[in-house]
Nanobody, 115 residues
Framework: QVQLVESGGGLVQDGGSLTLSCVAS????????MGWYRQLPGKQRELVAS???????NYADSVKGRFTISRGVAKNTVYLQMNSLRPEDTAVYYC?????????WGQGTQVTVSS
């Protein structure tokens, strides 16, 4: 089992920045990918960015050049640095970890970008 706790969401103005953090606990040694997803009301959850155990990262086209995913030194923490935020980035952001073929999710953190 893996538990994930996100933090760092909030309200920011158009063009502003936020950093989200996700800390994994439990059986973390088998986590091979961690990522951030976001969901708008009535819409499907979509991938924002992911990072593998070997630090290979992947981004949605809509955030390339603006968001950066990284892992902490301890490898059980993943960050999402979000710059040049836009109102359309407003969503609930979820952290996900994949371990032994199972997906684990955090509780989500709200990001609101005001115009």
């Amino acid at each position: 089992q893996v538990q994930l706790v996100e933090s760092g969401g909030g309200l920011v103005q158009d063009g502003g920045s936020l950093t989200l953090s996700c800390v994994a606990s439990g059986i973390i040694s088998n986590i091979n990918v961690m990522g951030w997803y976001r969901q708008l009301p009535g819409k499907q959850r979509e991938l924002v960015a992911s990072i593998s155990r070997s630090d290979t990262s992947n981004y949605a086209d809509s955030v390339k050049g603006r968001f950066t995913i990284s892992r902490g030194v301890a490898k059980n923490t993943v960050y999402l640095q979000m710059n040049s935020l836009r109102p359309e980035d407003t969503a609930v952001y979820y952290c996900k970890a994949r371990s032994w073929g199972s997906d684990y999710w955090g509780q989500g953190t709200q990001v609101t970008v005001s115009s």
